[in-house]
């Protein structure tokens, strides 16, 4: 149980488009997920955490007009960079929780990796 | 504010030997605890928790220990396989944090050589 999906996988693109990542709980509904960007050989940074139904809270730093966030159901959210350019390259990892307490793990999808050319 | 230190990478063992992973914490409340693992070019995966002191977590022969009165929760393993070979990040989730988001540790690379 607990599957977090996310799409796509990989994607490559040109500078200047907006790419959207769909990350999907598969068998539970996540009223909080969460989106990290991850580079290479390094933890990961969270970007934002978002909430079903209201507008996502983002890290400091992290430009909320550029990395669109949606929550619009329990079981979706997306993470919309826009007018990419190839410092946005890096991979993109959500995760959502299952139910409210905060001893509860957080389930990862599998990333997307995002390369801007 | 909180935080997660693990040791550095990457750690190189041969098949077979017993493993460790340090990793010490500093929270302003009583968090949970988590190992996770990332395999190349993949998403986390959950591998153990611990909720509360004293707390032993395991799975798939790794095991960890909250330890309160060390602000600790290594990781540990017997006998490691080469297909354990990945990242591994310890995390923990804070209840005095009301969003209750992970803060993770650097993350530890492990190699293991046949």
């Known amino acids: 149980g607990a599957v977090v999906s996310q799409h796509p996988s990989w994607v490559i693109c040109k500078s200047g488009t907006s790419v959207k990542i769909e990350c999907r709980s598969l068998?539970?509904?996540?009223?909080?997920m969460f989106w990290y960007r991850q580079f290479p050989k390094q933890s990961l940074m969270l970007m934002a955490t978002?909430?079903?139904?209201?507008?996502?809270?983002?890290e400091q730093g992290v430009e909320k007009d550029k990395f669109l966030i949606n929550h619009a159901s329990l079981t979706l959210s997306t993470l919309t960079v826009t007018s990419a350019h190839p410092e946005d390259s890096s991979f993109y990892i959500c995760?959502?929780?299952?139910?409210?307490?905060?001893?509860?793990?957080?389930?990862f999808g599998d990333g997307t990796r995002l390369s801007i050319l | 504010g909180d935080s997660v230190t693990q040791m550095e990478g990457p750690v190189t063992l041969s098949e077979e030997a017993f493993l460790t992973i340090n990793c010490t914490y500093t929270?302003?409340?009583?968090?949970?605890l988590f190992w996770y693992v990332q395999y190349p070019g993949e998403g986390l995966q959950l591998l153990l928790k611990?909720?509360?002191?004293?707390d032993k977590g395991s799975n798939k022969g790794f095991e960890a220990t909250y330890r309160k009165e060390t602000t600790s929760f290594h990781l540990e393993k017997g006998s490691v396989q080469v297909s354990d070979s990945a990242v591994y990040f310890c995390?923990?989730?804070?209840?005095?944090?009301?969003?209750?988001?992970?803060?993770f540790g650097s993350g530890t690379r492990l190699l293991v050589r046949p």
């Open positions: 978002s909430n079903e139904g209201s507008k996502a809270t983002y």
């Open positions: 995760s959502a929780r299952v139910g409210r307490q905060f001893n509860q793990p957080q389930h």
């Open positions: 068998d539970f509904q996540a009223t909080t």
């Open positions: 611990a909720t509360k002191a004293d």
């Open positions: 995390a923990l989730s804070d209840r005095g944090d009301s969003s209750y988001k992970l803060i």
């Open positions: 929270a302003t409340g009583y968090p949970s």
